[in-house]
């Protein structure tokens, strides 16, 4: 790894919906790259990059694999650091902290499914990340492929500029190979296993009007993005070379005006090399991302760090895995320096120095040592002690904070408890470990019942959370029946003054504010916190304790002890004691005052709000949306696919879609499917709210349980 040109480097990932066959494109990637040398099947349950038992069984991805392979493109040796992501929307975390640190993604799309829901979903995902994208129209040897109809919905529906790089030859059954738009030759692929499995050949007759159609397009699209190719394009076309149009491309791709688009079948071995060489051709490298934003914590200023081996190092933690032989392993995405195994780190969160024990390369989940990392790699480290995702680690006397990741609350619980009473030490530490790993799923335990309660992103995530706790770490459960994460408002505002006074003997405690409480700003979450005190009557040292008191009541809300999702509390006045204020005392009031004023505040419950889309043949249609109404679903469109099947999108709160995909398969006679995922929370309707605040059983704890 000495002295590499990182412009030989590109870190990728695969996105796709579930089924559109990222992991199958994957290990075709691995198999050409001289990785694996053999091609593991998914459907076989033989996929590399599909470790873990339950991805094997199931045939999904549960999580992002990391691996770096090599590839021969126009006389230069590339470094691939490359990650297979979940398509499920279960695990859409893997694919947020993927994107987070990759420079590129190949997009992967179902021929015949074209744009589905998940697509969307980390298609937004890789936008908010400003990632560059590469189109890949993957299954043109399936019934109903249509390379030129998904190009078209990446245009409509993700108002994304797709251009085709290359044509299908042929179609279904028939696809025998593809015509490359820029070097004009077709590619016909043999069926064979063999690595180099193509040819070039003339383009077909038939197809001669419809290539220089799209090649024009082609060079149209490269020329908005360079305004020397676009004088050339209007001066004297016949004169652009291939190099220039390449350029042209890579660079508005780079920017993100524009996704090249190309197609294949990763299971019939076609069209997966010419995959990899757009991948160089148009994915940037690091040096192409350029510097990256952090914060320089000694003085808050934004400062740069540019993708350097001789600057300082940085690095961001974006996933933490366990690993039975070598225990936690840290996945680090390095910016900027280097960094050598055995050295020591600052965790800017913890403010702790670390030992860096030893360094990786990872090959799925096996581990290939390393001596150093340096700027623009992925790897994996063991030996940290205290370090989770979203962590920046840096050297010790340049302290940098890289921003973090944000992830979603979980919406479903179930209760669990261990069969045997000796497991119940082993259930705490591996829920620990699991926790860990992925910050979507939660373990608290119930102040009323005295149970555990582990949260997720829906049925099928807590679904593999218990399986492993069966596989991986021996622990059999009991499980409960799987509840809702329901948060609280307020909805109207309130002015509330509280005095906390303490004598017992020798010095007392004593607090004095007055507050105004209401509902958040829009598109605020947690507290938003507002100090207007004039002239010191509530000295500066005691402001943050009151905020703390209202962050930590707010864990509990005042109906049902749910979590308060948002509010704003205003510090108006207040008054202290010069012997008996102290930090607490002002908490303690905060929290007081939260208990006596949200009641005044009209509080409300919210539930979560799943976006819902079925798609259905036409005949069930009726049924489906008369048991979405029932499900109080408010349906939001209904459109039609090419081959006449119909898609319901409906927004459905997550209470009423319990057991809902066997529902689905009674319905519509196992035809018809379905994907969910969490939009948005809504009020709960008066009735229900008062049925779920009787049967949470909550003691709203008065202001005696503080004092």
């Given amino acids: 790894m000495a002295n590499r040109d990182l412009n030989f480097t590109r870190n990728i990932g695969i996105m796709a919906h579930i089924d559109a066959g990222k992991t199958t ?8 790259t001289g990785k694996t040398h053999k091609i593991g099947e998914v ?54 902290r993927s994107l987070r640190v990759l420079d590129g993604t190949i997009a992967t799309f179902c021929a015949v499914g074209k744009v589905q829901p998940q697509s969307e979903t980390v298609w937004r995902q890789a936008d908010k990340y400003g990632v560059p994208k590469l189109a890949y129209v993957n299954k043109m040897d399936r019934v109903g492929a249509d390379f030129l109809g998904c190009v078209e919905e990446i245009r409509t529906k993700l108002g994304a500029n797709a251009v085709p790089v290359c044509l299908p030859i042929g179609a279904e059954e028939n696809f025998l190979g593809i015509v490359d738009l820029i070097s004009q030759k077709a590619i016909v692929y043999d069926s064979g296993e063999e690595l180099v499995n193509y040819r070039y050949e003339e383009i077909p007759a038939d197809m001669q009007e419809s290539v220089s159609t799209w090649r024009e397009k082609l060079i149209e699209a490269a020329a908005e993005c360079d305004d020397a190719l676009m004088e050339k394009f209007f001066d004297d076309p016949a004169t652009i070379t291939e190099e220039e149009i390449i350029a042209a491309l890579r660079k508005g791709t780079i920017a993100m005006k524009i996704v090249p688009a190309c197609c294949g079948s990763s299971f019939k071995n076609k069209g997966v090399q010419y995959l990899l060489d757009a991948v160089m051709r148009y994915l940037p490298s690091p040096i192409d991302i350029g510097a990256t934003k952090a914060t320089n914590l000694a003085n808050n200023d934004t400062v740069e760090l540019q993708p350097r081996p001789d600057a300082p190092f940085c690095g961001l933690v974006f996933k933490i895995a366990t690993d039975p032989y070598v225990g936690r392993l840290a996945y680090i995405r390095a910016y900027s320096g280097h960094l050598d195994a055995g050295s020591y780190v600052l965790n800017t969160r913890s403010e702790k120095k670390e030992r860096v024990g030893r360094l990786y390369q990872m090959h799925s989940n096996h581990q290939n040592p390393i001596e150093f990392v340096e700027a623009g790699d992925i790897c994996a480290a063991v030996g940290f002690k205290d370090l989770r995702t979203g962590d920046t680690i ?15 609350d979980p919406v479903i619980g ?4 261990p069969k045997t009473q000796a497991d119940l030490d082993k259930l705490g530490i591996a829920l620990g470990k699991l926790a860990e790993e992925d910050p979507t799923f939660t373990v608290k335990s119930d102040p009323d019942t005295g149970q555990t309660i582990i949260s997720g992103m829906g049925e099928l995530h ?8 069966r596989r991986e770490f021996g622990v059999e459960i009991n499980q409960g029946a799987p509840h809702v994460n329901y948060k609280e408002a307020v909805t109207a505002s309130t002015q509330h003054r509280e005095v906390f006074k303490k004598q017992t003997g020798g010095r007392g405690k004593f607090a004095d504010i007055i507050v105004e409480i209401g509902p958040a700003d829009e598109g605020v979450n947690g507290l938003q916190f507002d100090n207007q005190v004039k002239g ?20 509990n809300g005042v109906l049902a002890g749910y979590e308060v999702q948002s509010l704003k509390v205003t510090l108006l006045d207040g008054s202290f004691h010069p012997v008996d204020s102290d930090q607490l005392s002002f908490e303690v009031a905060a929290r007081m005052a939260f208990r006596h004023a949200c009641p005044k505040c009209k509080p409300v419950l919210l539930e979560p709000i799943m ?9 069930y249609m009726g049924d489906i949306v008369g048991d979405l109404n029932r499900r109080r679903g408010q349906i939001v469109n209904m459109d039609s696919t090419s081959n006449g099947a119909r898609i319901i999108k409906a927004f459905v709160p997550l209470a009423e879609q319990f057991g809902y995909v066997t529902v689905l398969r009674t319905l519509s006679s196992g035809r018809a499917t379905s994907t969910m995922s969490f939009d948005h929370y809504a009020e709960v309707p008066a009735a229900m709210a008062k049925e779920i605040v009787e049967k949470s059983g909550y003691r709203f704890h008065s202001s005696d349980d503080d004092e």
């Fill in 43 to 96: 459907h076989e349950g033989a996929a590399t990059m599909d470790w873990m038992v339950q991805e094997q069984e199931r045939g999904i991805t549960i999580t992002s694999a990391a691996t770096t392979a090599f590839w021969h493109y126009g006389g230069q040796t590339y470094q691939i650091n490359l990650i297979d992501t979940p398509g499920h929307v279960d695990f859409t975390v893997e694919v947020e």
């Fill in 536 to 555: 010191g009557n509530v000295p500066k040292e005691y402001v943050p304790s009151v905020q703390k008191g209202f962050e930590s009541a707010m864990v």
């Fill in 25 to 32: 494109t994957s290990e075709r990637i691995l198999y050409y």
């Fill in 414 to 417: 179930i209760a669990v408890e």
């Fill in 611 to 619: 976006s819902l889309e079925v798609v259905t043949p036409e005949e």
């Fill in 462 to 469: 807590l679904d593999i959370i218990v399986d492993r706790l």
């Fill in 394 to 408: 840096c050297a010790d006397n340049h302290r940098y904070a890289l921003e973090s990741m944000e992830f979603p």
